[in-house]
């Protein structure tokens, strides 16, 4: 699996298993197929419920756990550096692992410099391998740098092909953050993993419309995370790195460029 190497030397998979809305039995049996069929990343977080079912698909695949980088996020009922601590910990348990890959703090909550020591001491103590934060923007991402002693690895980020964020990919490279992409098919808002921009440049590969947006973000080195429950889909998102988009393809997707959220809840902070 192409992967990034984050800050601290790292390795993290370009490409992961999305689950924000997988529950239950659908979530397990989709992380287990997904793992079988070559996914190595998933992202989970306390906000979805589902680690105790993404813990257990892991397990049902049969793969080994050295072989997947396991991502979860603290929410915001963690919201002192005691509770942070403590929810690591309820994560860790549910997941049924000793250790996760990435930490994240899921949103710029008011107590996020005090969570985030608490994400800096589970690393200390081997409890997670990297970590880092989501949704900051470009504002609350510069003042964090003043707060924190460990600079993030990653800031998980909405990232598509309406809201490209190049200027704010650049900015964090240069500090050691990766900008990883949630929602990297837009969630399909707008026909985005259809879009005809896309599935025309699209026919030139033998791709469809969805592998050409995943296509464009991992052929920028960012990570992404598309979500599906469907088999031949997972199958589909994950045929990305056996082909490479000319220099006059990307600049025709970076004409999509709308560089705003499609999701206004993330300026809520
Ligand atoms: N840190 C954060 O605050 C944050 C916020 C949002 C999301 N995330 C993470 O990012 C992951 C991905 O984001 P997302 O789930 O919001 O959106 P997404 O991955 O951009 O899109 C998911 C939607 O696209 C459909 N889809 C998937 N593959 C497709 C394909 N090849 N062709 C057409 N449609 C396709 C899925 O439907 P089917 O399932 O029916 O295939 C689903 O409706 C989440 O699951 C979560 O892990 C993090």
Known sequence: ??????????????????????????????????????YRLVDTARMYGNEREVGEGLRRSGVSRSEVFVTTKLYRTADSYAKAKRDIDASLRALGLSCVDLLLVHEPYPSAAEMYRALEEALREGKARAIGV???????????????GTVPAVNQLECHIYFQRWAFQ?????????LQAWSPLAQNIDGAANHP?????GAKYGKTAAQIGLR??????????????????????????????????????????????????????
């Open 1 to 38: 699996m192409n992967s990034v190497t984050l800050n601290n030397g790292v390795k993290m998979p370009l490409l992961g298993l999305g689950t924000w809305d997988l529950r239950g039995e659908t979530c397990v049996e989709t992380v287990r197929a997904a793992l079988e069929l070559g």
């Open 134 to 148: 989501s949704n900051f923007d470009e504002t609350r991402y510069a003042a964090f740098l003043k707060e924190c």
């Open 170 to 178: 650049e900015r964090m490279a240069a500090e050691g953050t990766v």
């Open 197 to 201: 921009v896309l599935r025309e440049i």
């Open 216 to 269: 464009f973000l991992t052929q920028r080195d960012i990570p992404v995370i598309p979500k599906t429950k469907r088999p031949a889909r997972l199958k589909e998102n994950m045929a990305l790195f056996d082909f490479r988009l000319s220099e006059e393809d990307m600049a025709v997707i970076r004409g999509l460029d709308r560089n705003d959220t499609l999701f206004p809840w993330t300026r809520a902070y």
